[in-house]
C-alpha cells in the first residue's frame, strides 16, 4: 500500500476550494493507496475552513496567519504532512485547478513508471489551450501521451515522490508566493532528479489575462512601485534576485534588477513580453 498526502494552501476562495476537493473526493480511494489531504488554510475570512469540515471531515486543515500566500502556505502543510508520515508521495494541488476523474490515478501511474521522478500535471483552458504544466527553457509542454522531460514546472498540479523530496526538502522559503515552484524545478534538475510531464491533461485551470500591477502602464509610477514589492507582483524584487543568484549568479541577478527598474519606468515594454505565473 503506497502512502499520498494531497498538498493544498488556501485564502478566500471558498466556492473554488470546495470544488477542488470534491473533485478530489470523487476519486479517492485509489487502488493500492492511502491518501490523507492537509489543507493551509491563510487566514480565510470567508468560511472556508468551517465548509470543508463540513464537507470533508478527513481534511488536514492547517491554521496560517493570512501573510502566508502559495509558496509559504504550501510549505507548511508540506513541512505538516512530512512530520505526520513518511509518505511516498506527495501531491501539489492548487485549489482553482479542477482535475478531470482518474486525473491522480494517472498522475500516480505515471509516477510508479519512474519512481524517483517528479511527475508534473498540464491544464488546460476552456479552449482546451494548456494554460500551465512542465517547462522546458520557459516554453510550456503539450501533453502528447507519453512522458516527456522538462526542467521546471508551474505548481498547479505536482506529483513528487519520496525521493526527490529527500534530496530537494521542501519549498525554498525565501519566496513568499511565486517562483517557488520554477525554482524547485530548476533544483531538481541540477541534482539530476527527473522531472516528466505527464502524458495526458490532467484538469482545468484559467490563466489570468492581466499581467502583475506593477507591470500596467495604466497605473501611475507610484501604484506600480507599490505593487512591485508585494508577494503578487511575481517579480517582487528581494525575491528574484535570490531566485536569479541561486540559479544563475550574482551578475545574471544584478542585470535583472537593472530590467526590472526599467520596466517598472518603462512599463509599455511590457506588452511584448509573456510572463509564466497568473
Same mark, same amino acid.
Given at each position: 500500500m503506497g502512502t499520498l498526502a494531497i498538498l493544498l494552501t488556501v485564502h478566500d476562495r471558498k466556492a473554488k476550494t470546495i470544488e477542488c476537493l470534491k473533485r478530489v473526493h470523487d476519486q479517492l480511494p485509489i487502488d493500492g493507496w492511502e491518501t490523507d489531504v492537509y489543507l493551509t488554510d491563510d487566514g480565510c475570512t470567508d468560511g472556508t475552513p468551517e465548509a470543508v469540515s463540513e464537507l470533508f471531515p478527513l481534511v488536514n486543515i492547517i491554521q496560517g496567519? %493570512?501573510?502566508?500566500?502559495?509558496? $509559504? %502556505?504550501m510549505r507548511l502543510?508540506?513541512?505538516?504532512?512530512?512530520?505526520?508520515?513518511?509518505?511516498?508521495?506527495?501531491?501539489?494541488?492548487?485549489?482553482?485547478?479542477?482535475?478531470?476523474?482518474?486525473?491522480?490515478?494517472?498522475?500516480?501511474?505515471?509516477?510508479?513508471?519512474?519512481p524517483d521522478s517528479i511527475i508534473v500535471g498540464s491544464t488546460a483552458n476552456k479552449n482546451n489551450n494548456i494554460t500551465y504544466g512542465g517547462r522546458l527553457n520557459c516554453k510550456l509542454i503539450l501533453p502528447n501521451g507519453e512522458l516527456q522531460r522538462c526542467n521546471t514546472f508551474n505548481g498547479n498540479c505536482v506529483l513528487v515522490s519520496r525521493y526527490a523530496f529527500s534530496k530537494i526538502g521542501n519549498l525554498d522559503n525565501a519566496y513568499s508566493h511565486s517562483l517557488g515552484d520554477i525554482d524547485?524545478?530548476?533544483?531538481?534538475? $541540477?541534482?539530476?532528479?527527473?522531472?516528466?510531464?505527464?502524458?495526458?491533461?490532467? %484538469?482545468?485551470?484559467?490563466?489570468?489575462?492581466?499581467?502583475?500591477?506593477?507591470? $500596467?502602464?495604466?497605473?501611475?509610477?507610484?501604484? $506600480?512601485?507599490?505593487?512591485?514589492?508585494?508577494? *503578487?507582483?511575481?517579480t517582487n524584487p528581494p525575491e528574484y534576485f535570490h531566485f536569479k543568484r541561486k540559479h544563475w549568479g550574482?551578475?545574471?541577478?544584478?542585470?535583472?534588477?537593472?530590467?526590472?527598474?526599467?520596466? *517598472?519606468?518603462?512599463p509599455k515594454l511590457w506588452q511584448n513580453i509573456k510572463y509564466t505565473h497568473g
Open positions: 496567519d %493570512g501573510n502566508l500566500f502559495w509558496n $509559504r %502556505g502543510a508540506w513541512k505538516t504532512a512530512a512530520n505526520t508520515k513518511d509518505y511516498d508521495a506527495y501531491l501539489w494541488l492548487n485549489d482553482d485547478t479542477n482535475l478531470l476523474l482518474n486525473a491522480i490515478s494517472v498522475m500516480i501511474s505515471a509516477l510508479e513508471s519512474e524547485y524545478g530548476l533544483c531538481a534538475a $541540477r541534482l539530476d532528479i527527473k522531472v516528466y510531464v505527464a502524458p495526458v491533461v490532467i %484538469g482545468y485551470c484559467e490563466k489570468n489575462p492581466l499581467p502583475p500591477k506593477w507591470m $500596467r502602464p495604466e497605473l501611475s509610477l507610484h501604484e $506600480r512601485y507599490k505593487a512591485l514589492f508585494t508577494p *503578487l507582483a511575481y550574482v551578475f545574471t541577478a544584478c542585470l535583472a534588477m537593472c530590467s526590472i527598474t526599467l520596466h *517598472l519606468l518603462a
